[in-house]
């Protein structure tokens, strides 16, 4: 069943509304049959948006609807076995595989490729992921990262049988990596490590990163740093920023970098949660929900650490912009230098590996 992509990575400077899950068991008891027939017919849009019960909106039914409106030359490119190994491109287990800039097939969605039902039922899967109040902004960095819409230059790749226990619907491009798994993918939330990022201004963002949807999570952890006494901002302050992808989990006994959430107040430690809250905002709430049950596993917050970078002030404009919030199998690091990048990788199990091969 797997196709074999060709290598079309494009590499940048710098880069070498709500809607709970369906369980995988049952979904498809939720899908009509007349749904698919209504792809070929070109009336998926309203059928799906306006006819159809709100259960019938759910990003993995709609994984099912795409995989069943494949011809057999679009599955042999862009539908994996789910233990699929790239070897030709040295990517590893496809699926698992998280970058700042690539393409996990060979064809946009918004290429003929695809007919225009097909990239309809995308966006919708993607519309489906994302918190509505973020469809706007997540569109706006699309258009300034990628020049064009939405699909314009992502790609998509499908593991498993949607159907089965395990599948993954995965969509990737410039400062993307998303995923939808229907929890799937054991242990991990978001079905795996997911990306994202914004270059609103430019290769090098000018001071205070205008026009930058993501700043403002930055801006909210700084605000814990403006809370930390003297003793405080010396535990907190690391010298040098580690290498961008390095999101490997270090388990229970590793040395977090940063200041423990244990030595804050509790007022600290409810900014803390307040940024926590704007980390997750973007990506609908079951996946929300997903994050918090894999961080509460590991001992919740109190089990990580704050790290601000003095390395990366890169306006001196007293703001770190580049920090990164670190538990057990919890990391979320955000680097904004020379623009926005943020790696995510959250698990209830330090054991799951990072792929960045």
Not at 83 to 93: A, I, M
Not at 263 to 274: A, I, P, T
Not at 309 to 336: A, M
Not at 345 to 357: I, M, S
């Amino acid at each position: 069943m797997p196709g074999k992509p060709q290598n079309t990575s494009r590499p940048c400077p710098d880069c070498q509304g709500d809607q709970s899950f369906v369980d995988r068991r049952n979904f498809l008891k939720t899908t009509a049959v007349g749904t698919v027939a209504a792809v070929a017919a070109g009336r998926v849009g309203r059928i799906l948006l306006a006819d159809e019960p709100a259960e019938k909106k759910a990003p993995e039914t709609l994984v099912k609807v795409l995989y069943d409106s494949l011809s057999e030359k679009q599955r042999g490119d862009v539908c994996f076995d789910w233990d699929y190994v790239d070897d030709k491109r040295d990517f590893g287990l496809l699926r698992t595989r998280v970058s700042n800039n690539w393409e996990i097939t060979n064809h946009h969605v918004l290429s003929d490729f695809y007919t225009a039902d097909q990239q309809q039922i995308v966006r919708e899967i993607w519309e489906g992921i994302v918190n509505p109040e973020w469809h706007t902004r997540v569109d706006k960095q699309l258009k300034d990262d990628s020049g064009g819409p939405f699909g314009a230059r992502q790609s998509i790749a499908l593991f498993g049988n949607p159907g089965d226990d395990k599948f993954e619907f995965v969509i990737t491009g410039r400062h993307m990596t998303l995923r939808c798994d229907g929890n799937s993918t054991e242990h991990m939330a978001f079905g795996g490590p997911i990306f994202y990022g914004h270059a609103a201004s430019g290769f090098d963002e000018k001071p205070g990163h205008p026009g930058n949807v993501y700043w403002p999570q930055a801006q909210a952890a700084n605000k814990v740093y403006e809370m930390l006494d003297e003793k405080q901002r010396k535990l907190a302050e690391v010298r040098h920023s580690p290498d961008e992808e390095k999101v490997g989990f270090q388990g229970a006994d590793g040395k977090l970098p940063g200041i423990p959430l244990g030595e804050m107040s509790s007022d600290q430690r409810e900014l803390v949660q307040q940024t926590l809250e704007k980390l997750i905002e973007p990506y609908r709430k079951g996946d929300r929900d997903e994050v918090l049950t894999c961080l509460k596993a590991q001992g919740g917050l109190d089990a990580c650490s704050l790290a601000f970078y003095t390395d990366s002030d890169f306006d001196k404009d007293g703001t770190w912009d580049n920090w990164r919030l670190e538990g057990p199998s919890f990391v979320w690091y955000f680097r904004g230098i020379p623009h926005v990048h943020v790696w995510v990788h959250v698990a209830d199990d330090p054991k799951v590996e990072l792929n960045t091969a």
